[in-house]
């Protein structure tokens, strides 16, 4: 599987992006799917996942009720809408895939739980 994240830019504090996360080489309906990012200087870190039947989502605590993952099966996409954005936002945003299927919450915000990662697209978020 390889993916193609975009939508990434410049914005103001308050405002809003959706970064897209394009599939290709196969179907990513059965995938689990997520994000993470990672600012200047700092660890990388996680911020929301989608299971691979919609049925649940998951977000890092300082995105909830800001971010909202989704997907679109026929297009072989995942989408992040970013709302209310903060400074603290900007970083290189990654999508990335894994098939295992986990129950537990905590296993989706591990980045060594997924098995394909695309290139990062950067988000600014200006003050």
């Known amino acids: 599987v390889q993916l193609q994240a975009c939508g990434g830019g410049v914005v103001q504090a308050g405002g809003s992006l959706r970064l897209s996360c394009a599939a290709s080489g196969r179907t990513i309906n059965g995938y689990d799917m997520g994000w993470f990012r990672q600012a200047p200087g700092k660890q990388r870190e996680f911020v929301a996942a989608?299971?691979?039947?919609?049925?649940?989502?998951y977000y890092a605590d300082s995105m909830k009720g800001r971010f909202t993952s989704s997907r679109d099966n026929a297009k072989n996409t995942r989408y992040l809408q970013m709302n209310m954005l903060k400074p603290e936002d900007t970083a290189d945003y990654y999508c990335?895939?894994?098939?295992?299927?986990?129950?537990?919450?905590?296993?989706?915000?591990?980045?060594?739980?997924?098995?394909?990662w695309g290139q990062g697209t950067q988000v600014t978020v200006s003050s």
């Open positions: 990335v895939a894994g098939s295992r299927h986990f129950s537990a919450a905590r296993d989706y915000s591990d980045e060594q739980n997924y098995d394909y």
């Open positions: 989608i299971t691979w039947n919609g049925a649940r989502r």
